[in-house]
């Protein structure tokens, strides 16, 4: 069973910047892809982005497009959300979770599995 927690959240101004981390216990991190997800308050989860096993390909919801970058760290078992110029429409817990398909977007919500606790993000105005 993988477990993952999610750290790097906070608080911080519209325009700046956070890194959030996402790291895994249990094997074979390199063996499957890796997503995030925000959820805001009232709001249903939504998928943020996505990288595949290698690293080589990525996804992105077009709202968060040009602005946050994902990448993940196979010998570190962790991936990372590098978020920039953040919104206030940004602020939301954000999840990380693993899916084993491929492609791993577009998926189901129903196809990631093992999510973590969550790590909230607030931006101010």
């Known amino acids: 069973q993988v477990q993952l927690v999610e750290s790097g959240g906070g608080l911080v101004q519209t325009g700046g910047s956070l890194r959030l981390a996402c790291a895994a216990s249990g094997r074979a991190f390199g063996s499957y892809s890796m997503g995030w997800f925000r959820q805001a308050p009232g709001k249903e989860r939504e998928f943020v982005s996505a990288i595949n096993w290698s690293g080589g390909t990525t996804y992105y919801a077009d709202s968060v497009k040009g602005r946050f970058t994902i990448s993940r760290d196979n010998a570190k078992t962790t991936v990372y959300l590098q978020m920039n110029s953040l919104k206030p429409e940004d602020t939301a817990v954000y999840y990380c979770?693993?899916?084993?398909?491929?492609?791993?977007?577009?998926?189901?919500?129903?196809?990631?599995?093992?999510w973590g606790q969550g790590t909230q993000v607030t931006v101010s105005s």
């Open positions: 979770a693993l899916t084993y398909y491929t492609p791993p977007h577009p998926r189901p919500m129903g196809d990631w599995g093992s």
